[in-house]
């Protein structure tokens, strides 16, 4: 079974910053499309932003400017920094790895208070 391990969610204010960081194994790393997703409650799951092996970025629109995306290849793990948070931010945000399956970490929790 394939784990992804995300880890760095807290409670910050806004207009602070939080990096989340999430452990995959080497074989599904080094290949995979990786990316970050959010679910706030009462809405559906959405992309924050995805990197390629190749490291190739993609954001969605409220991450852009704000949130960056990246990837330690030597130790398997993806990054999500993200700066001048605000309480619409708030959400179980989740690792994803995605080619030809889509695998998922159990989320970790951001909560910006205002």
């Known amino acids: 079974q394939v784990q992804l391990v995300e880890s760095g969610g807290g409670l910050v204010q806004a207009g602070g910053s939080l990096r989340l960081s999430c452990v995959a194994p080497?074989?599904?790393?080094?290949?995979?499309?990786m990316g970050w997703y959010r679910q706030a409650p009462g809405k559906q799951r959405e992309l924050v932003a995805t990197?390629?092996?190749?490291?190739?970025?993609n954001y969605a629109d409220s991450a852009k400017g704000r949130f960056t995306i990246s990837r330690d290849n030597a130790k398997n793990t993806l990054f999500l920094q993200m700066s001048t948070l605000q309480p619409e931010d708030t959400a179980v945000y989740y690792c994803?790895?995605?080619?030809?399956?889509?695998?998922w970490g159990q989320g970790t929790q951001v909560t910006v208070s205002s």
């Open positions: 990197i390629t092996s190749g490291g190739l970025t």
């Open positions: 080497r074989n599904i790393f080094g290949v995979y499309i």
């Open positions: 994803n790895a995605r080619l030809y399956v889509t695998y």
